[in-house]
Protein backbone atom coordinates (compact mmCIF):
# COMPACT_ATOMS: atom_id res chain seq x y z
CA UNK A 1 0.00 0.00 0.00
CA UNK A 2 1.64 3.61 -1.15
CA UNK A 3 2.45 5.57 1.62
CA UNK A 4 -0.39 8.35 0.86
CA UNK A 5 -0.45 12.20 1.93
CA UNK A 6 -3.35 14.40 3.15
CA UNK A 7 -3.44 16.53 -0.29
CA UNK A 8 -5.16 19.37 2.02
CA UNK A 9 -2.48 19.77 4.15
CA UNK A 10 -0.19 20.62 0.75
CA UNK A 11 -2.91 22.94 -0.69
CA UNK A 12 -3.41 25.30 2.35
CA UNK A 13 -0.37 27.59 1.47
CA UNK A 14 -1.98 27.84 -1.91
CA UNK A 15 -5.55 28.22 -0.86
CA UNK A 16 -4.00 31.01 1.71
CA UNK A 17 -2.16 33.34 -1.41
CA UNK A 18 -5.15 32.69 -3.78
CA UNK A 19 -7.15 34.19 -1.39
CA UNK A 20 -4.60 36.94 -0.90
CA UNK A 21 -4.50 37.26 -5.07
CA UNK A 22 -8.49 37.48 -5.20
CA UNK A 23 -8.55 39.73 -2.17
CA UNK A 24 -6.57 42.28 -4.04
CA UNK A 25 -8.16 41.58 -7.40
CA UNK A 26 -11.56 42.17 -5.57
CA UNK A 27 -9.97 45.61 -4.46
CA UNK A 28 -8.67 46.60 -7.92
CA UNK A 29 -11.57 45.74 -9.80
CA UNK A 30 -14.61 45.93 -7.20
CA UNK A 31 -16.29 42.83 -8.99
CA UNK A 32 -16.31 40.80 -5.76
CA UNK A 33 -16.18 42.21 -2.28
CA UNK A 34 -14.45 40.28 0.78
CA UNK A 35 -15.74 42.05 4.16
CA UNK A 36 -13.51 41.64 7.25
CA UNK A 37 -16.06 40.37 9.88
CA UNK A 38 -17.92 37.64 6.73
CA UNK A 39 -13.74 36.88 6.06
CA UNK A 40 -13.11 35.84 9.61
CA UNK A 41 -16.17 33.79 10.37
CA UNK A 42 -15.00 31.70 6.97
CA UNK A 43 -11.58 31.41 7.72
CA UNK A 44 -12.50 30.50 11.00
CA UNK A 45 -14.87 28.05 10.33
CA UNK A 46 -12.51 26.33 7.72
CA UNK A 47 -9.50 25.98 10.51
CA UNK A 48 -12.49 24.58 12.68
CA UNK A 49 -13.32 22.34 10.21
CA UNK A 50 -9.99 20.93 10.20
CA UNK A 51 -9.66 20.86 13.78
CA UNK A 52 -12.61 18.64 14.12
CA UNK A 53 -11.72 16.36 11.55
CA UNK A 54 -8.84 15.32 13.28
CA UNK A 55 -10.60 14.99 16.42
CA UNK A 56 -13.74 13.29 15.37
CA UNK A 57 -12.10 12.26 11.67
CA UNK A 58 -11.23 8.76 13.03
CA UNK A 59 -15.19 7.58 13.40
CA UNK A 60 -14.49 7.36 9.33
CA UNK A 61 -11.70 5.99 9.63
CA UNK A 62 -12.53 3.00 12.40
CA UNK A 63 -15.58 2.23 10.19
CA UNK A 64 -14.03 2.31 6.73
CA UNK A 65 -11.34 -0.22 8.41
CA UNK A 66 -14.09 -2.45 9.63
CA UNK A 67 -16.35 -2.78 6.65
CA UNK A 68 -13.23 -3.05 4.13
CA UNK A 69 -13.29 -6.67 4.93
CA UNK A 70 -16.64 -7.14 3.47
CA UNK A 71 -15.74 -5.65 0.09
CA UNK A 72 -16.78 -7.30 -2.76
CA UNK A 73 -13.41 -6.85 -4.81
CA UNK A 74 -9.57 -6.53 -4.32
CA UNK A 75 -9.35 -3.46 -6.77
CA UNK A 76 -5.82 -2.79 -5.57
CA UNK A 77 -3.20 0.36 -6.47
CA UNK A 78 -3.44 0.61 -10.37
CA UNK A 79 -3.46 3.77 -11.73
CA UNK A 80 -6.49 2.87 -13.27
CA UNK A 81 -7.75 2.55 -10.29
CA UNK A 82 -7.31 6.03 -8.25
CA UNK A 83 -8.49 7.59 -12.20
CA UNK A 84 -11.91 5.07 -11.47
CA UNK A 85 -11.77 6.50 -8.05
CA UNK A 86 -11.84 9.81 -8.56
CA UNK A 87 -14.99 9.55 -11.26
CA UNK A 88 -17.41 6.84 -8.89
CA UNK A 89 -16.55 8.82 -5.38
CA UNK A 90 -17.79 12.33 -7.68
CA UNK A 91 -20.55 10.57 -8.35
CA UNK A 92 -21.18 9.40 -4.59
CA UNK A 93 -20.61 13.10 -3.71
CA UNK A 94 -23.33 14.47 -6.25
CA UNK A 95 -25.82 12.35 -4.86
CA UNK A 96 -24.78 12.69 -0.72
CA UNK A 97 -24.62 16.88 -1.77
CA UNK A 98 -27.99 16.50 -3.44
CA UNK A 99 -28.81 14.61 -0.03
CA UNK A 100 -27.47 17.49 2.47
CA UNK A 101 -29.81 19.49 0.67
CA UNK A 102 -32.91 17.38 0.71
CA UNK A 103 -32.60 16.28 4.52
CA UNK A 104 -32.57 18.31 6.83
CA UNK A 105 -30.91 16.04 9.43
CA UNK A 106 -27.69 16.63 6.83
CA UNK A 107 -28.72 20.34 6.01
CA UNK A 108 -28.15 21.35 9.17
CA UNK A 109 -24.57 20.18 8.56
CA UNK A 110 -23.94 21.48 5.26
CA UNK A 111 -26.25 24.56 5.60
CA UNK A 112 -23.04 26.49 7.54
CA UNK A 113 -21.11 26.30 3.75
CA UNK A 114 -23.94 28.35 2.41
CA UNK A 115 -24.18 30.57 5.01
CA UNK A 116 -22.10 33.75 3.76
CA UNK A 117 -23.74 36.25 1.85
CA UNK A 118 -20.68 36.77 -0.03
CA UNK A 119 -19.29 34.47 -2.71
CA UNK A 120 -15.16 34.24 -2.57
CA UNK A 121 -12.17 31.93 -2.01
CA UNK A 122 -12.99 32.49 2.16
CA UNK A 123 -16.51 31.24 1.22
CA UNK A 124 -15.39 27.84 0.10
CA UNK A 125 -13.59 27.49 3.39
CA UNK A 126 -16.80 27.94 5.34
CA UNK A 127 -17.35 24.62 6.57
CA UNK A 128 -18.86 22.61 9.35
CA UNK A 129 -17.41 21.44 12.26
CA UNK A 130 -19.67 18.45 12.82
CA UNK A 131 -19.71 16.39 10.11
CA UNK A 132 -18.43 13.24 11.75
CA UNK A 133 -21.08 13.16 13.90
CA UNK A 134 -23.94 13.36 10.69
CA UNK A 135 -22.57 10.06 9.85
CA UNK A 136 -22.85 11.63 6.20
CA UNK A 137 -19.39 10.10 5.08
CA UNK A 138 -20.00 7.00 6.72
CA UNK A 139 -23.61 6.77 4.59
CA UNK A 140 -22.55 7.53 1.33
CA UNK A 141 -18.65 6.81 1.91
CA UNK A 142 -19.58 3.78 2.23
CA UNK A 143 -20.12 2.53 -1.29
CA UNK A 144 -16.70 2.78 -2.55
CA UNK A 145 -14.78 0.81 0.46
CA UNK A 146 -17.54 -2.11 -0.18
CA UNK A 147 -17.02 -2.42 -3.99
CA UNK A 148 -13.64 -2.67 -3.43
CA UNK A 149 -11.40 0.48 -3.15
CA UNK A 150 -8.77 0.75 -0.18
CA UNK A 151 -10.26 3.55 1.96
CA UNK A 152 -6.84 5.15 2.06
CA UNK A 153 -7.74 5.57 -1.86
CA UNK A 154 -11.20 6.41 -0.94
CA UNK A 155 -10.06 9.33 1.24
CA UNK A 156 -7.15 10.44 -0.74
CA UNK A 157 -9.67 11.35 -4.44
CA UNK A 158 -12.15 12.84 -1.49
CA UNK A 159 -9.54 15.01 -0.87
CA UNK A 160 -8.60 15.85 -4.47
CA UNK A 161 -12.25 16.29 -5.16
CA UNK A 162 -12.42 19.26 -2.21
CA UNK A 163 -9.30 20.85 -3.54
CA UNK A 164 -10.70 21.04 -6.88
CA UNK A 165 -13.59 22.64 -5.55
CA UNK A 166 -11.91 25.33 -3.73
CA UNK A 167 -11.34 27.62 -6.62
CA UNK A 168 -14.98 27.26 -8.17
CA UNK A 169 -16.27 29.31 -4.88
CA UNK A 170 -14.96 32.90 -7.05
CA UNK A 171 -16.85 35.85 -9.11
CA UNK A 172 -13.69 36.90 -10.52
CA UNK A 173 -13.50 33.66 -13.26
CA UNK A 174 -16.24 34.34 -15.94
CA UNK A 175 -17.92 31.93 -18.09
CA UNK A 176 -15.61 29.49 -19.70
CA UNK A 177 -15.10 27.42 -22.72
CA UNK A 178 -18.42 26.16 -23.36
CA UNK A 179 -16.85 22.38 -23.52
CA UNK A 180 -15.54 22.82 -20.26
CA UNK A 181 -18.74 24.37 -19.22
CA UNK A 182 -20.73 21.59 -20.31
CA UNK A 183 -18.37 18.77 -18.47
CA UNK A 184 -17.00 20.50 -15.73
CA UNK A 185 -18.33 22.02 -12.53
CA UNK A 186 -17.41 25.69 -12.97
CA UNK A 187 -17.30 29.58 -10.99
CA UNK A 188 -20.49 29.68 -13.32
CA UNK A 189 -22.26 26.98 -12.49
CA UNK A 190 -20.97 26.82 -8.66
CA UNK A 191 -22.65 30.61 -8.38
CA UNK A 192 -25.67 29.07 -9.37
CA UNK A 193 -25.86 26.24 -6.69
CA UNK A 194 -25.01 29.26 -4.10
CA UNK A 195 -27.56 31.64 -4.99
CA UNK A 196 -31.15 31.94 -3.30
CA UNK A 197 -32.42 33.23 -6.28
CA UNK A 198 -35.96 30.77 -6.97
CA UNK A 199 -34.78 30.32 -9.92
CA UNK A 200 -31.52 28.80 -8.80
CA UNK A 201 -32.56 26.78 -5.77
CA UNK A 202 -30.95 23.43 -5.25
CA UNK A 203 -29.69 23.36 -8.27
CA UNK A 204 -26.40 22.47 -9.39
CA UNK A 205 -25.01 19.49 -6.83
CA UNK A 206 -21.96 18.99 -8.90
CA UNK A 207 -18.41 18.37 -7.36
CA UNK A 208 -16.03 17.76 -10.57
CA UNK A 209 -18.15 17.11 -13.56
CA UNK A 210 -21.52 18.95 -13.87
CA UNK A 211 -22.43 15.55 -16.27
CA UNK A 212 -24.13 14.37 -13.02
CA UNK A 213 -26.35 17.49 -12.29
CA UNK A 214 -27.41 17.12 -16.50
CA UNK A 215 -27.91 13.59 -16.44
CA UNK A 216 -30.03 13.77 -13.37
CA UNK A 217 -31.89 16.86 -14.18
CA UNK A 218 -30.87 19.51 -11.17
CA UNK A 219 -28.50 21.60 -13.81
CA UNK A 220 -29.10 25.22 -13.87
CA UNK A 221 -27.20 27.91 -16.33
CA UNK A 222 -26.23 31.16 -14.64
CA UNK A 223 -27.74 33.83 -16.60
CA UNK A 224 -26.70 37.40 -17.30
CA UNK A 225 -30.69 38.99 -16.54
CA UNK A 226 -30.74 36.75 -13.08
CA UNK A 227 -27.66 38.14 -10.94
CA UNK A 228 -27.21 35.21 -8.18
CA UNK A 229 -28.07 36.62 -4.41
CA UNK A 230 -26.07 34.31 -2.59
CA UNK A 231 -26.68 33.02 0.92
CA UNK A 232 -29.43 31.21 2.33
CA UNK A 233 -33.40 32.14 2.10
CA UNK A 234 -33.12 33.00 5.79
CA UNK A 235 -29.99 34.71 6.14
CA UNK A 236 -27.93 34.79 9.22
CA UNK A 237 -27.74 38.07 10.89
CA UNK A 238 -24.64 36.82 12.95
CA UNK A 239 -20.90 36.78 12.08
CA UNK A 240 -20.23 34.17 16.07
CA UNK A 241 -18.89 30.87 14.30
CA UNK A 242 -20.30 28.88 17.15
CA UNK A 243 -23.68 30.65 16.32
CA UNK A 244 -22.93 29.84 12.63
CA UNK A 245 -22.06 26.08 13.64
CA UNK A 246 -25.35 25.15 15.66
CA UNK A 247 -28.11 27.40 14.39
CA UNK A 248 -30.05 24.97 12.31
CA UNK A 249 -29.31 21.98 14.80
CA UNK A 250 -31.11 24.51 17.51
CA UNK A 251 -33.67 24.85 15.15
CA UNK A 252 -34.17 20.95 14.61
CA UNK A 253 -33.98 20.65 18.29
CA UNK A 254 -36.41 23.34 19.19
CA UNK A 255 -39.31 21.88 16.34
CA UNK A 256 -38.56 18.14 17.38
CA UNK A 257 -39.40 19.19 21.35
CA UNK A 258 -42.32 21.22 20.10
CA UNK A 259 -43.33 18.09 17.54
CA UNK A 260 -47.09 16.45 18.98
CA UNK A 261 -46.15 12.79 16.93
CA UNK A 262 -43.40 10.79 16.09
CA UNK A 263 -44.14 11.10 12.70
CA UNK A 264 -44.31 15.10 13.19
CA UNK A 265 -40.80 14.76 15.28
CA UNK A 266 -39.52 12.02 12.13
CA UNK A 267 -40.19 15.03 9.32
CA UNK A 268 -38.85 17.75 11.49
CA UNK A 269 -35.69 16.11 11.88
CA UNK A 270 -35.50 13.81 8.35
CA UNK A 271 -38.16 16.12 5.77
CA UNK A 272 -36.40 18.39 3.47
CA UNK A 273 -35.82 21.81 5.03
CA UNK A 274 -38.55 23.96 5.35
CA UNK A 275 -40.79 21.20 6.12
CA UNK A 276 -43.56 21.63 8.50
CA UNK A 277 -46.75 19.22 9.54
CA UNK A 278 -49.13 21.65 8.45
CA UNK A 279 -46.80 22.99 4.77
CA UNK A 280 -46.95 26.59 6.65
CA UNK A 281 -43.39 26.72 6.36
CA UNK A 282 -41.02 27.59 2.98
CA UNK A 283 -39.80 24.81 1.57
CA UNK A 284 -37.33 25.06 -1.67
CA UNK A 285 -40.12 23.47 -3.59
CA UNK A 286 -42.74 25.56 -2.31
CA UNK A 287 -40.58 28.94 -2.82
CA UNK A 288 -40.18 27.08 -6.66
CA UNK A 289 -43.54 26.82 -7.51
CA UNK A 290 -44.73 30.32 -5.67
CA UNK A 291 -42.33 31.89 -7.51
CA UNK A 292 -43.52 29.96 -11.02
CA UNK A 293 -47.05 30.81 -10.35
CA UNK A 294 -46.09 34.16 -10.09
CA UNK A 295 -44.32 34.58 -13.28
CA UNK A 296 -47.23 33.04 -15.13
CA UNK A 297 -49.59 35.57 -13.09
CA UNK A 298 -47.16 38.22 -14.82
CA UNK A 299 -46.73 36.75 -17.89
CA UNK A 300 -50.49 36.39 -18.38
CA UNK A 301 -51.02 40.02 -17.26
CA UNK A 302 -48.46 40.92 -19.86
CA UNK A 303 -50.03 38.99 -22.70
CA UNK A 304 -53.93 40.23 -21.61
CA UNK A 305 -53.44 43.88 -23.51
CA UNK A 306 -52.42 41.70 -26.88
CA UNK A 307 -54.62 39.22 -26.85
CA UNK A 308 -57.49 42.00 -26.22
CA UNK A 309 -55.67 43.90 -29.02
CA UNK A 310 -55.70 41.20 -31.47
CA UNK A 311 -59.09 39.73 -30.66
CA UNK A 312 -59.94 43.53 -32.08
CA UNK B 1 5.72 12.11 16.67
CA UNK B 2 6.69 14.04 13.57
CA UNK B 3 3.36 13.85 12.07
CA UNK B 4 1.98 15.59 15.16
CA UNK B 5 4.51 18.04 15.37
CA UNK B 6 3.68 18.83 10.94
CA UNK B 7 -0.10 18.70 12.35
CA UNK B 8 0.52 21.54 15.20
CA UNK B 9 2.76 23.39 12.85
CA UNK B 10 0.41 23.49 10.08
CA UNK B 11 -2.97 24.45 12.24
CA UNK B 12 -0.32 27.15 14.37
CA UNK B 13 0.32 28.18 10.39
CA UNK B 14 -3.14 28.46 9.50
CA UNK B 15 -4.14 30.51 12.53
CA UNK B 16 -1.78 33.02 11.73
CA UNK B 17 -3.04 33.12 8.28
CA UNK B 18 -6.40 33.25 8.79
CA UNK B 19 -5.21 36.80 11.60
CA UNK B 20 -3.20 37.76 8.94
CA UNK B 21 -5.78 37.37 5.71
CA UNK B 22 -8.26 39.29 7.72
CA UNK B 23 -5.66 42.04 8.49
CA UNK B 24 -4.96 42.37 5.19
CA UNK B 25 -9.13 42.46 4.09
CA UNK B 26 -9.15 45.60 6.96
CA UNK B 27 -5.99 46.98 5.38
CA UNK B 28 -7.29 47.10 1.93
CA UNK B 29 -10.57 47.95 2.67
CA UNK B 30 -12.90 48.16 -0.72
CA UNK B 31 -16.50 47.30 1.01
CA UNK B 32 -19.08 49.92 2.68
CA UNK B 33 -21.14 49.58 5.32
CA UNK B 34 -24.97 48.61 4.27
CA UNK B 35 -26.99 51.44 4.97
CA UNK B 36 -30.33 51.90 3.80
CA UNK B 37 -30.98 55.92 2.14
CA UNK B 38 -34.42 55.82 2.81
CA UNK B 39 -37.21 53.43 4.04
CA UNK B 40 -38.46 52.34 0.30
CA UNK B 41 -34.81 50.45 -0.20
CA UNK B 42 -35.30 48.37 3.09
CA UNK B 43 -38.70 47.39 1.55
CA UNK B 44 -37.25 46.43 -1.48
CA UNK B 45 -34.98 44.30 0.33
CA UNK B 46 -37.60 42.62 2.46
CA UNK B 47 -39.99 41.48 -0.57
CA UNK B 48 -36.73 40.56 -2.91
CA UNK B 49 -35.46 38.38 0.73
CA UNK B 50 -38.86 36.85 1.42
CA UNK B 51 -40.80 35.81 -1.81
CA UNK B 52 -44.68 36.63 -1.19
CA UNK B 53 -44.27 39.53 0.79
CA UNK B 54 -45.85 42.46 -0.34
CA UNK B 55 -45.51 45.57 1.44
CA UNK B 56 -48.32 48.07 2.56
CA UNK B 57 -47.55 51.81 2.45
CA UNK B 58 -46.72 51.49 6.04
CA UNK B 59 -42.47 51.67 6.78
CA UNK B 60 -40.23 53.72 8.81
CA UNK B 61 -36.42 53.27 8.40
CA UNK B 62 -34.39 54.14 12.13
CA UNK B 63 -31.94 56.81 12.19
CA UNK B 64 -29.02 56.07 10.44
CA UNK B 65 -30.32 53.68 7.83
CA UNK B 66 -29.91 50.55 9.49
CA UNK B 67 -32.96 48.78 10.37
CA UNK B 68 -36.20 49.28 7.89
CA UNK B 69 -39.83 48.13 9.58
CA UNK B 70 -42.77 47.42 6.98
CA UNK B 71 -46.13 46.34 7.58
CA UNK B 72 -47.51 43.24 5.37
CA UNK B 73 -50.69 44.29 3.19
CA UNK B 74 -53.42 42.64 4.64
CA UNK B 75 -50.89 43.26 8.05
CA UNK B 76 -50.62 39.50 8.22
CA UNK B 77 -46.45 39.98 8.65
CA UNK B 78 -43.99 42.59 10.01
CA UNK B 79 -40.82 42.94 7.99
CA UNK B 80 -37.48 43.67 9.05
CA UNK B 81 -34.36 44.48 7.49
CA UNK B 82 -31.34 45.46 9.31
CA UNK B 83 -27.93 45.88 7.96
CA UNK B 84 -25.00 43.22 9.13
CA UNK B 85 -21.79 44.55 7.34
CA UNK B 86 -21.83 45.36 4.38
CA UNK B 87 -24.96 43.43 3.35
CA UNK B 88 -28.51 43.15 4.97
CA UNK B 89 -30.50 40.35 6.90
CA UNK B 90 -34.23 40.43 6.48
CA UNK B 91 -36.98 38.21 8.32
CA UNK B 92 -41.13 38.72 7.56
CA UNK B 93 -42.27 37.89 11.42
CA UNK B 94 -45.16 36.50 11.96
CA UNK B 95 -47.37 36.67 15.25
CA UNK B 96 -44.95 35.02 17.90
CA UNK B 97 -41.99 35.29 16.73
CA UNK B 98 -41.19 38.90 18.83
CA UNK B 99 -39.99 37.79 22.54
CA UNK B 100 -40.53 41.54 23.65
CA UNK B 101 -40.97 45.12 22.53
CA UNK B 102 -39.40 47.93 24.47
CA UNK B 103 -40.13 51.71 23.86
CA UNK B 104 -37.45 54.29 25.41
CA UNK B 105 -38.47 57.92 23.73
CA UNK B 106 -38.29 57.75 20.34
CA UNK B 107 -36.05 54.20 20.64
CA UNK B 108 -37.94 51.06 20.30
CA UNK B 109 -36.18 47.56 20.25
CA UNK B 110 -38.06 44.48 19.10
CA UNK B 111 -36.24 41.38 20.88
CA UNK B 112 -36.91 38.30 18.26
CA UNK B 113 -37.41 34.38 19.16
CA UNK B 114 -34.63 34.23 16.69
CA UNK B 115 -31.32 32.16 17.07
CA UNK B 116 -28.91 34.29 14.71
CA UNK B 117 -31.45 37.77 14.94
CA UNK B 118 -32.15 38.27 18.69
CA UNK B 119 -32.34 41.85 18.70
CA UNK B 120 -32.87 44.90 16.69
CA UNK B 121 -33.20 48.04 17.88
CA UNK B 122 -33.91 51.85 15.87
CA UNK B 123 -34.66 55.22 16.82
CA UNK B 124 -37.04 57.11 15.12
CA UNK B 125 -37.46 60.65 14.43
CA UNK B 126 -39.99 61.13 17.56
CA UNK B 127 -41.82 59.28 20.80
CA UNK B 128 -45.15 59.41 18.97
CA UNK B 129 -43.77 57.57 15.69
CA UNK B 130 -41.94 55.15 17.77
CA UNK B 131 -44.97 54.43 19.93
CA UNK B 132 -47.17 53.74 17.18
CA UNK B 133 -44.54 51.25 15.47
CA UNK B 134 -44.69 49.81 19.02
CA UNK B 135 -48.06 49.29 18.84
CA UNK B 136 -47.58 47.35 15.52
CA UNK B 137 -45.24 45.35 16.72
CA UNK B 138 -46.73 44.42 19.83
CA UNK B 139 -49.34 42.61 17.62
CA UNK B 140 -46.32 40.36 16.66
CA UNK B 141 -45.59 39.40 20.41
CA UNK B 142 -48.70 37.22 21.35
CA UNK B 143 -48.78 33.69 18.88
CA UNK B 144 -51.67 33.15 16.42
CA UNK B 145 -52.55 29.35 16.12
CA UNK B 146 -50.94 27.72 13.08
CA UNK B 147 -48.97 30.42 12.35
CA UNK B 148 -46.82 30.48 14.69
CA UNK B 149 -43.36 29.21 13.63
CA UNK B 150 -41.07 30.68 11.34
CA UNK B 151 -40.30 29.61 8.18
CA UNK B 152 -36.53 28.06 7.22
CA UNK B 153 -35.96 26.52 3.78
CA UNK B 154 -32.83 25.11 1.96
CA UNK B 155 -30.34 27.60 0.63
CA UNK B 156 -29.06 27.98 -1.53
Same mark, same amino acid.
Given at each position: ?35 PRDTAASLIMGLGNTV? &???? &???? /? ?50 I ?9 S??LRQ?W ?40 ? +? ?8 ? +? ?57 FNPIKIC ?35 ? @? ?14 ? +? $? ?10 ? $?? | ???? /? ?8 SA?SVG?IV? /? ?15 ? +? ?20 ? #? ?22 ? #? ?15 ? @?????? /? ?27 ? $? ?7 ? $? #? ?7
Open positions: MPDLPNPIYFAIPAFVLLIVAEMIHARLTGKTQYES &GILL &GGIA /LAWFAYIEQFALLDIGWAWWAFALAFVLDDFVYYWSHRFAHTVRWWWADHVHHSSQHYNLTAPLSPLSLKFIIFGSWLVLAGFPPAMVAFVGALNLIYQFWIHT +EAVPKMWAPI +EAVMNTPSHHRVHHATNPRYLDRNFAGVFIIWDRMFGSFEPEREDEPCRYGIVRNLATLHEWAGIFKDVASAKSPREAFGYWFGPPGWSPDGSR @DSSKILKRRWMETRQA +E $AGEAEAPQRAAA $AE | MNEI /LTLILVLGAILV /LNVFLGGWTPARFAYAG +EGVRRIEEGVLGFSASHDAVMG #RGGRVVLALEQGGARLGVAATSGD #RATVRALRPGEVRAVRL @DGATLT /LDLKDYTFGRVWLTLDDADTASVWAEHAR $AFVKTAPET $A #RPETASHA
